[in-house]
């Protein structure tokens, strides 16, 4: 595999929110969610912008105007956003967030980031006690032909598509452990959160309650 191959696209990065999912199990739409005072979609742009990115937004199931640029899904879940989001900008890196992960530092986007454009990588990635995590995802925007085709072979699940795409377009994928970002000082959490918990997706009511109590008390929500 030779990273050289992924490169040629315009330089800069793009950062999205993934918030196109059907919430069944949250019952309403997880994005108007609110989470210690705020909305779930309004903490996923604030740690977009806080890794330095303008934040934009891939599928919305309500009006999600007013929070950021909104660009369509087709309703064809977080891998057609994902696709979508590529499509739409020429941006030769693209940052993806879920909407439901409020937990996550903005320092681990960063240094996923940097590690992407310093190696060339196709696709960067997140790991916690050993475990892959899809998002976040720096996705290089040459893979968007072989994530589309992934898309259209019904291929739906991200990490097997990212991991797909990457071995057939030689553009490599790249596993950063969490645990060796904090003890080398490169990624903090903003509320001292072990990293166990940075991944926790909000899907239920439970999962709200329980990412509430991690939650510092006193902890101002800017």
Known sequence: M???DCQGSPSGTAGY???GGASSRMGKDKALVAFHGQALI???TTLLREAGLRAAIAGARSDLSAFGRVVEDGGLGPLGGICAALGADQREYAVFVSVDTPLLPAGLLAAQLESAQRTGMGITLASVSGFPQTFPAVVHRSLLPALESELRAG???CFAAFRSAAER???PL????VEELVQAGRVEHPQALPAAYWFLNLNSPVDLAHAESLWPVGHRVI
Do not use: F, Q
């Open 42 to 44: 309004v903490h996923a």
């Open 174 to 177: 790249r596993i950063l452990a």
């Open 155 to 157: 291929n739906g699940g």
């Open 169 to 171: 377009t030689k553009c």
């Open 2 to 4: 030779n990273s050289a």
């Open 17 to 19: 929110v993934l918030a």
